[in-house]
Structure formats: C-alpha cells, structure tokens
C-alpha cells in the first residue's frame, strides 16, 4: 500500500512537470496531512503499525506517536483515563506496553478470549509493565545483579512461545 | 530367610564417595541361582537373565526383586550374625571413574574371568557347592572372544587360574585392582600389570562377577525409587541408620534410570535424608542475598509467587478502597517484587492515589549493605514516575518475634489505613514455641484493616518423621512436576536455581530439628483455626481476584496443569489436583463487626 502509495505520487509529479505545469497542485498527498495520516494509522493493528513505522522517515516519526499506540492498547476496552496516559508515559510509552506486555498478554489469552475481559487484560497488562519497570530500574544494586541493563526477566514467560 | 543367608555370595555395598553403586544385583545372584537351582521349568524364562546362565520366569521377576529388598536390609542390620566378613570384602566403586565402571560391567556380561574374584565364595564354607555353579555358570555365558576376553592376557594378575588359593584378602583385592585398572585405560593396553599397592583408590575393590546387567525399567523403578525413599525414612523414623543409609545408596542407583522431576526429586530427598543420617546438617544461615537470587530465579520461572502477590495485592487494594493514607507493613521485603503492582494499581485509582508507606521487614544481611535501603530506594524511584506519594521505612531483625509493634510508629486509625503482609513468613515462626503468639499480637496491636496471608498447602509440622516425610514427598514431587510440566522452557539456569531455592526447603524439611527447621508448613485448615482463634474473621477475596488469578496463570504456557480454586473464601493455586499455596485474608474482629 505504502509502495503504490509513493509511486502514485512520483507519477503524478512526473505527469504534472511534464504535462500542465501551470496547473496548481490540487492533487492530494498524504505526507502533506499528518492528521489525517495519524487518523488512518490509528485504525491499523500493531504489525500494520509497524510495518508503517518503515516506510519513510515522517511516517516512522508518526508511527512512534503515543496515542497511536494507547488506541491499539485500549481498542475494544473504554478509552483510559488521564491517569492511565499519564502513568504509562512515565513508565516507558505505550509501544513499549502493547509490544512488552499486551499483545503477548492477547496472544497467550487469545483462545479463552471473551470480550469482557479485555479491560482485565489491558489491567493485567499494566501490572506486568509496572513490574518490569521495577525490575529494569538500576541503582545500587548489591547482590551484584545488573539489574539496570539486563533483559526484563520478570516478563520472560510472556516471551516464550505456546506450545498449544 | 535363613537359607538366604547360608547362600549369600554376594557383598554388600559400602561406596566410599557419595556415588553409589549398590549391587544388590549380586545378592540377587544367588537367589536367582537358587531359584535356578530348584529346577524352574523353561517356559516364561526372563530372557536377560537367560542369556546369563539363570533361568528365572519372569513372572517370578517381581518376587524376585522384592526378595533383593528384603535381604538387603537383612544385610544391613545382620552385620553381627556371622556375616561381617561382608563388610570387609566391600566393593568400592570410584565415582568419578565412569568408564571403569561400565567397563567392568560389560565384562560380568561377557563372562567375568574369573570366579575367584568373588572372595566371598571362597570364604564361606557353608558355600562351597556353590562356586562351582557360580563358575560354571559365568563360564558358561563367555564366549564372546572380544577384547574384553582377559584370558588373552598374559600373565596372573589379569586373570589368574582359576584354582588359585584365596591365601589373603590381598591378593584379591591385587586382582581387582588391576582390573579396576585395566578396565579404565582400556583392553589391550601396556599398561596392564600395575602394582596394586600403587592403587591410590582406598580400599578399592572391585567386584565383578556376581553383576548380571538387566535392563531397567523405568517406570518400575520410579515404583522402587518411592518405595526405598519411604523405605529409607522408615528406617530413620525407627533409627536405623545403617540401613537407612544402605537405602539412600540404593536410591542414587534409582534415581540415575529416571529423568526430569522425579530424579530431581528423589535426589533432593536423598541428600536430605544422608544429611540426616550423618548429622551434617544445612546451615540455614546462608547470606540472605544469596537467598534472594534463587527466590528471584523462583519468581521468574513460575507463578506461584506472581499468584500470591497478584492476589494478596488485590485483597489490599480492596481494603484501601476509600482510604487517603494507606500504610503496608510486608513482613519479608526480600526484593519488594509485590509492590509495584499493588502501587500501580493504587495510582491508577478512580479518584487519585492515596499517599502510600510501606514498612519492609527483612533478615539482617551480611557486611554493610543495607538491602533494606536499597530495595526502598527503588519503590521510590517508581513511586516518583508514577506520580505516588511515598514514605519507606526498612526494619532489620533477626525474627519477627523481635519486633515489637511500637518501633513501627502506626498512625492512628483516622489518619492511616494499615495492611499487613506476610508471604511465606508466618510458618518459620511454629520453629519456637510462643512466637507466633507474639507475633499476632503485635499484630493486632497495628490495627490493621486487613491482613493477608500466604502459605504452603501442606502438612510439614507433624510431630512424626515419616509422616512429615510422605508428605513432603508429595508435595515437593507437585511442585517439581509442575516446573518441569509447564511448558515454559526458561534457561537451564533459571530453572535450576528455582528447583534449588526448593532443594533448601527439602533439606531443611527432612534434615533439620528444632529450632533449625523452619519450613514447618501447615494446611490452610490448621492455619484458618489459629487466625480465629486468635480473634481474627475471614475476608473472602472476592470474584476480581480469582478472575485476575485465572488470567496470570492462562498466560503460563501449561496453564492447563495449574488450578485455582475457591476455598471457604480463601484462594488455593495447585497443580492438578494438588493445592500447593493459599491465599488467605483476615480483618481483627467478629463477622458481626461490620462487613
């Protein structure tokens, strides 16, 4: 999509510098609309997310947009409070919670799914995110344990794959 | 019993390291050369033992095994009968020397060279009809003319004549010996004749020829392997350490045909119970920090603590529901994995967090550090991102019946809400008399709102060993059961250090006494009738916990074998049918006082 996306635009440049120069550029491009751009990747699910995220550099600055992610955590559940935005701001962004800790926690859920539970995921989520933050926190630590730089343990058994 | 004991030509096995090599196979010889003796007809022979000269119907295999229990623990106890000549002519495998071993095993079953190597065959009179059979019927399975056909061998000391005089204990032990030898560097080698006095093994005595090879069934054994650890904690119970530890020899050998939880298992178990057959006793004041470590690998690898944590919090959190100051008072900090969950949830509040102080009581570590501090430090750091107020405050004692409720500075009641927490904490207190008693008084005089308790399901604190034992087994076979079964494969090094953070409970469980054991579990039952009788109601952790529970342990791949369940209010996770942990919460008062 992105693809013909970008070759559409080149043709119609090329169309016009050929063709009608003294027609003014009426014609739509996207790049042009950050809104409407965020409106549409807004409605796409996070592999679409990120596929966006690699096709030029503004759409990758976009694709890094909070709110784009808090709407892929929060789809089908009531959209969070200002709190919830705020907390998991500060615990490292919502790319960080839907990619660490809701997707694997849908993934993993997904064959006993009932709709009502999915505000008990996205919850469950956060907990796990909040827990991992914890861990990942450095600071003098004793026992030796990197805690700072090592990989996020307390979230290890969301990375492993189901053996259904 | 008594013609067992006349046609004994076996030996006992006394191994000099921890590697065992219990041969009651060789007993096993002569009972099946008995049995061979009277003549069985050849129809349902047990094949393997066929091959080697001894005609045992396989139907007879079980009787047969059963009778190589019985006489060794005869072997054991009847050291003083006349039969100590056992005990000198002992069998010592080195246990590091692997290759050896199976060297010498695969020569018995190519036919051992000599019967002579038997000295006890020659030693006992009583016997001496039967050598003869032995010989002919360990001749008569060589004939394989392989390199492990030591006749080939020049000389005397490989294998020498078989009408050589047993003159002395020596000159045997000098044979075996440069068997021994020869068998770990292998057939054919020069270096065949060496000087047994050069032996450095002490004692090393190797016996061959009375060691069929029969294949093990491993589910068979697992069967045996459960019988002899009963066995062995029988023997301890009625304080007969030898045969005791005759029977946690044979649970090495045992526990090497199994795999995965089981042998693990069965090897925490074995070393708990030498350890108490021999009085070396586990220290348990092992630097804390160290403890912490396995605690955390423990925390990572299955959810049995996520589940305590997840569902104490939301007993809390509950409690907390209209509070503006809430006070937690955790009755073993360790890392402080508990609380940020319980403090995300809080800041997550539909009308604003409250301010939010948390008491952590801990063991005292060793040299300076305060890790007290530091875990403080950390929940602060969290606090400050998520927007809580925080207040931290770190006790270090040694128990918790040194802590007196005033050293807490509790707000009044207006002003603060108070929870108690223990996890794991309130069973080492049975170790003394009167401390639990201390304990929930110092309890009670923090007024908390709520207190939640999680503990092991399992009876661990009877006054008799073996039923301790039996129970532990159980238990800690569940356990290990569900690590293995659940299907999250985290790194070795996760795993094992999980399963020894619960090998020091075995130990301390089967090894210690007194004051020194402190894994003194109880069920929820027992646990219930103390809080109330202590003047404590239950509070029934409510629907969203066993919801959010289900979900944590969904996530676990193998979620299939842990279950949670409802019981009387309180929250049990098991594997399968097992409850292995329970939830528990308390508020101080009669069910009348409010709800």
Sequence with gaps: MAQNHHRGCHRRNHQETVGETEEKRSKFFINDHADILIEILKRLDGRSLCVAASVCRLWCAIARNNSLWENLCFRNVSPPTSSVRSVVLALGGYKRLYVGCVRPVRSLLGRVRRASMARDEVQLSLSLFCVDYYERLGGRNSNGRLVGESSPSSLMFLCKPVNV | ?595
């Excluded at chain 2, 004994?8 to 196979?25: H, K, M, N, V």
């Excluded at chain 2, 207190?451 to 006054?463: C, I, K, R």
């Excluded at chain 2, 193998?558 to 399968?576: A, I």
Aim: hydrophobic residues 35%; negative net charge.
């Design chain 2, 1 to 595: 019993m008594k013609r067992n004991h006349r046609e004994i030509s076996g030996t006992t096995d006394y191994s000099c390291g921890s590697g065992s090599r219990a041969d009651s196979s060789s007993i096993g010889n002569c009972i099946k050369e008995k049995l061979w003796e009277e003549d069985h007809d050849a129809g349902g022979m047990d094949e393997l033992l066929a091959v080697l000269g001894y005609k045992v119907r396989s139907s007879d295999m079980a009787d047969v095994a059963q009778k190589l229990e019985m006489l060794e623990m005869v072997m054991g106890i009847a050291q003083e009968d006349g039969i100590s000549h056992l005990s000198s002519d002992t069998v010592h495998y080195n246990p590091s020397d692997l290759s050896g071993w199976v060297q010498s095993m695969l020569t018995e079953l190519n036919g051992p060279p000599t019967p002579n190597l038997d000295p006890v065959l020659v030693n006992s009179d009583p016997t001496s009809s039967n050598p003869q059979h032995q010989k002919q019927n360990q001749s008569r399975v060589f004939n394989d003319d392989s390199e492990y056909d030591l006749r080939a061998i020049p000389g005397v000391a490989a294998y020498p004549p078989s009408n050589s005089e047993p003159d002395s204990e020596s000159t045997r032990k000098r044979v075996k010996t440069s068997m021994s030898s020869s068998g770990s560097d292998g057939y054919g080698s020069d270096s065949f004749f060496p000087s047994p006095q050069e032996n450095g093994i002490p004692g090393a005595v190797t016996e061959f020829s009375t060691r069929p090879v029969v294949l093990i069934d491993s589910q068979e054994t697992g069967v045996r392997l459960v019988h002899t650890l009963m066995a062995s904690a029988e023997a301890v119970q009625q304080d007969n350490l030898k045969l005791a530890d005759a029977l946690v020899k044979h649970i090495g050998l045992l526990a090497a045909s199994q795999t995965g939880a089981m042998r693990k298992v069965a090897t925490y178990f074995a070393e708990a119970l030498a350890r108490r057959i021999y009085r070396i006793f586990p220290q348990d004041s092992l630097d804390p920090s160290y403890t912490d470590i396995l605690l955390m690998h423990f925390y990572e690898t299955c959810p049995y603590l996520k589940f305590a944590h997840f569902t104490a919090n939301q007993a809390i959190l509950e409690a907390f529901a209209t509070a503006n100051r809430v006070h937690v008072i955790d009755f073993g900090l360790k890392q402080g994995m508990q609380w940020p969950a319980l403090m995300q949830a809080l800041a997550l509040r539909p009308g604003g967090p409250p301010a939010f102080r948390l008491t952590g009581i801990g063991p005292p570590h060793p040299g300076n550090t305060d890790a007290l501090q530091q875990v403080g430090w950390k929940l602060a750091q969290l606090a400050e991102t998520i927007g809580i107020e925080f207040e931290f405050r770190g006790f270090v004692v040694n128990s918790l019946a040194d802590m007196e409720a005033e050293m807490l500075e509790i707000r009044p009641l207006e002003v603060e809400v108070v929870a108690v927490n223990s996890v794991f904490e309130l069973h080492r207190l049975l170790a003394r008399p009167g401390w639990l008693d201390k304990v929930v008084s110092s309890i009670k005089a923090m007024k908390p709102k709520i207190l939640t308790v999680v503990e092991q399901e399992a009876n661990h604190n009877g006054p008799i060993f073996l039923d301790r034992f039996t129970e532990a087994l159980h238990f800690y076979s569940s356990l290990f059961d569900s690590l293995e079964g659940s299907g999250v494969t985290p790194s070795s090094q996760d795993l094992a250090m999980s399963e020894l953070y619960l090998g020091r409970q075995i130990c301390n469980v089967v090894a210690c006494e007194g004051m020194d054991r402190v894994e003194r579990h109880e069920p929820l039952t027992q646990w219930r009738t103390r809080m109330e009788t202590a003047g404590f109601s239950p509070v029934h952790l409510g629907s969203n916990a066993y919801k959010q529970a289900n979900m944590l342990l969904a996530l676990f791949a193998g979620g299939d074998g842990y279950r949670v369940e409802e019981n009387n209010g309180c929250l049990t996770l098991g594997w399968h049918t097992r409850p292995l942990i329970a939830t528990s919460a308390w508020r101080l008062g009669t069910t009348e006082s409010g709800l």
